[in-house]
T-cell receptor, first 114, second 113 residues
Framework: NAGVTQTPKFRVLKTGQSMTLLCAQD?????MYWYRQDPGMGLRLIHY???????AKGEVPDGYNVSRLKKQNFLLGLESAAPSQTSVYFC?????????????FGPGTRLTVL | AQTVTQSQPEMSVQEAETVTLSCTYD???????LFWYKQPPSRQMILVIR??????QNATENRFSVNFQKAAKSFSLKISDSQLGDAAMYFC??????????FGTGTRLKVLA
């Protein structure tokens, strides 16, 4: 049971390049989330999904897109990276729908946009 | 809108001593959940303790305990017998619905040998 995994762990992009971050969970969790963490700002929600095939915007969605084609995977895409997207990105999942439960986090991806 | 405030950007504690980290939140709901997460230098977010608002009893996990004051909307974390491995960023978080978790800005805890 690997829990929540993220690929890659580190990435450096040039402005305007695109990339996809992959989050995978093997706990059969319904809800999945993408956050970004910046110094002094805690975690801010980018997008989330309440089930396979569904996505919704969080607090800071601009410049990002997501997809949840399979229940276990949640992809975060940057179509045209900007230096303001330099951050640490965390994926998380929650066990059950219809109830409030503890989030389980992946190890994070450090992204630098030059 | 719900907010979570951690007013202490940084705290220090001597090894084996006790330290309390503060967290206040704002909500109009009566049923919700509160969490403390630890983030060591590895960046991994680790759940420390969880409190359900409808439970009056304060949650405890080994050396970690909370002081949950619902009327005051306060949720502080007490770490007893502090250890070097407790050094980390600590985040307080609130949720009412599973799709919306609100995090504070964190408190960096230093443990002095």
């Amino acid at each position: 049971n690997a829990g929540v995994t993220q690929t890659p762990k580190f990435r450096v992009l040039k402005t305007g390049q695109s990339m996809t971050l992959l989050c995978a969970q093997d706990m059969n969790h319904e809800y999945m989330y993408w956050y970004r963490q910046d110094p002094g700002m805690g975690l801010r929600l980018i997008h989330y999904s309440v089930g396979e095939g569904t996505t919704a915007k969080g607090e800071v969605p601009d410049g990002y897109n997501v997809s949840r084609l399979k229940k276990q995977n949640f992809l975060l895409g940057l179509e045209s990276a900007a230096p303001s997207q330099t951050s640490v990105y965390f994926c998380a999942s929650v066990r059950t729908s219809g109830s409030t439960d503890t989030q389980y986090f992946g190890p994070g991806t450090r992204l630098t946009v030059l | 809108a719900q907010t979570v405030t951690q007013s202490q950007p940084e705290m220090s504690v001597q090894e084996a001593e006790t330290v309390t980290l503060s967290c206040t939140y704002d909500t109009s709901e009566s049923d919700y959940y509160l969490f403390w997460y630890k983030q060591p230098p590895s960046r991994q977010m680790i759940l420390v303790i969880r409190q359900e608002a409808y439970k009056q009893q304060n949650a405890t996990e080994n050396r970690f305990s909370v002081n949950f004051q619902k009327a005051a909307k306060s949720f502080s974390l007490k770490i007893s017998d502090s250890q070097l491995g407790d050094a980390a960023m600590y985040f307080c978080a609130y949720t009412r619905k599973a799709y919306k978790y609100i995090f504070g800005t964190g408190t960096r805890l230093k443990v002095l040998a």
